[in-house]
């Protein structure tokens, strides 16, 4: 499905039918032990475009996994991990089981300004709580976590990422909409259709003749 916006804006949906996956069918203890946690150290990385939103996004996934018992751990990491772009608003958590991740939540959530993204990348998943650890602070400080290529990602519905609010209306060195025009229903704009540099026409050209 797609959408085309005047200004060049185009939006693209890809749908397809659900299926419900098989979480931890391919871990060796599949069952309860597999989806409170497999023996691995996850860093598990949240991110958003404002402290507050951060905030409201960890209380959301918390929620969403509190409601969820037979969402493991490894779904729950991969879906924040590989499943999610990583902004500039960050905080993230070690845990080994669901309930660390689960008592994490609940507790303060510190958010941390990443200055510079780095290009360097960060596994998302340790055999130590140390390692783990490490994972963390270079996702603070700017590194992308990765989920490791010989593991299976599944991944399980959880919130977005909270939407900022920017105004994003296009600024031009001369305006195009005249002084408002009194009229029986209202006041009225008009447009500068004819100019050269009215960037609708402008851009949207075949042949020279605007469409």
């Known amino acids: ?69 037979r969402w493991p751990l490894h779904a729950i990491a991969a879906t924040l991990t590989a499943g999610r772009d990583h902004l500039d ?18 507790g303060d959530i510190a958010p941390a300004a990443c200055q510079t993204r780095q290009a360097g990348t960060v596994d998302a998943v340790h055999d130590t709580r140390e390692a783990a650890d490490e994972a ?18 599944h991944r399980v519905h959880l919130p977005a990422t909270p939407f900022a609010r920017v105004p994003l209306w296009p600024r031009f ?17 008009a447009v500068a259709l004819d100019r050269s540099d009215f960037w609708p026409v402008a851009e949207h050209r075949l042949n020279g003749v605007p469409t």
């Open 89 to 106: 608003v960050r905080a993230a958590m070690v845990a080994r089981t669901r309930q660390e991740l689960l008592d994490a939540l609940d």
């Open 136 to 153: 963390v602070r270079a996702f603070l400080t700017g590194q992308r976590p990765i989920w490791p290529a010989g593991r299976p990602l």
């Open 173 to 189: 060195a001369t305006p195009f909409l005249s002084t408002p025009l009194p009229t029986p229903s209202g006041s009225a704009f």
């Open 1 to 69: 499905m797609s959408s085309f916006g005047l200004s060049g804006v185009n939006t693209h949906v890809i749908l397809a039918e659900h299926t419900v996956p098989a979480h931890g069918a391919s871990l060796p203890s599949a069952g309860p032990s597999a989806r409170d946690g497999d023996g691995a150290w996850y860093c598990v990385p949240f991110s958003a475009q404002g402290e507050a939103d951060l905030r409201a996004y960890c209380r959301g996934v918390r929620d969403a996994v509190a409601r969820n018992a």
